[in-house]
């Protein structure tokens, strides 16, 4: 069955670290984004690419970073630069065309201690 | 810039109960309207949707109808589940964002026996 993968489930980090999240999709969708979920502030996009070798920044780009090397891969780094990186983080893809539904991953829970 | 304000959770019902949770939104032009749903552990799945004024999006016994005279997409389900237990996320997108969508903080909600 085609759909998203975020690995690892869960992922504990100390604080200065820099730490890569990965996202895999494999519904040939152009388009690839990162969301981070805290509670009561519901999703906040923080990158995304409509194709490969292109990203853009979202709303709350700062301390992180990305690449899309590959049509199927976006993977999203959490930096030290970050200043509250502890959070639930969400990738999604979709055809990228207008009202095209997005498709998401399980997600990622980054605790940094 | 682009906006959506959702009912506070949690919300509470008993199953069989009617549900409405509020959505209202502010956009220029005239925005596509969504309602994403997430089951616990899980990442968020397309529940409805309407992209133009005086539609009704429908699945799974869910309805919401974009109404443009008061920018709102209320979510209403005549009778709930169990199962139906989630955060139920409103969101939107406009013909230049491509498929970036603004969601709202997202509303909880638990379901009874």
């Known amino acids: 069955d085609g759909g998203i993968t975020q690995s690892p489930k869960y992922l504990f980090r100390k604080e200065g670290q820099n730490v890569t999240l990965s996202c895999e999709q494999n519904?040939?969708?152009?388009?690839m984004y990162w969301y981070r979920q805290d509670p009561g502030q519901g999703l906040r996009l923080i990158y995304y690419?409509?194709?490969?070798?292109?990203?853009q920044k979202g709303d709350i780009a700062e301390g992180y970073s990305v690449s899309r090397e590959k049509k199927e891969s976006f993977p999203l780094t959490v930096t030290s630069a970050q200043k509250n990186p502890t959070a639930f983080y969400l990738c999604?893809?979709?055809?990228?065309?207008?009202?095209?539904?997005?498709?998401f991953g399980n997600g990622t829970r980054l605790t940094v201690t | 810039g682009d906006s959506v304000t959702q009912m506070e959770g949690p919300v509470t019902l008993s199953e069989e109960a009617f549900l409405t949770i509020n959505c209202t939104y502010t956009?220029?032009?005239?925005?596509?309207l969504f309602w994403y749903v997430q089951y616990p552990g899980e990442g968020l799945q397309l529940l409805l949707k309407a992209t133009k004024a005086d539609d009704k999006g429908s699945n799974k016994g869910f309805e919401a109808t974009y109404r443009k005279e008061t920018t709102s997409f209320h979510l209403e389900k005549g009778s709930v589940q169990v199962s139906d237990s989630a955060v139920y996320f409103c969101a939107l997108t406009r013909e230049t964002s491509g498929s970036r969508l603004t969601f709202g903080e997202g509303t909880q909600l638990t379901v009874n026996p």
């Open positions: 519904l040939n969708h152009d388009a």
């Open positions: 690419s409509q194709i490969v070798n292109d990203f």
């Open positions: 956009a220029t032009g005239y925005p596509s």
């Open positions: 999604a893809s979709s055809r990228g065309e207008y009202n095209s539904p997005l498709h």
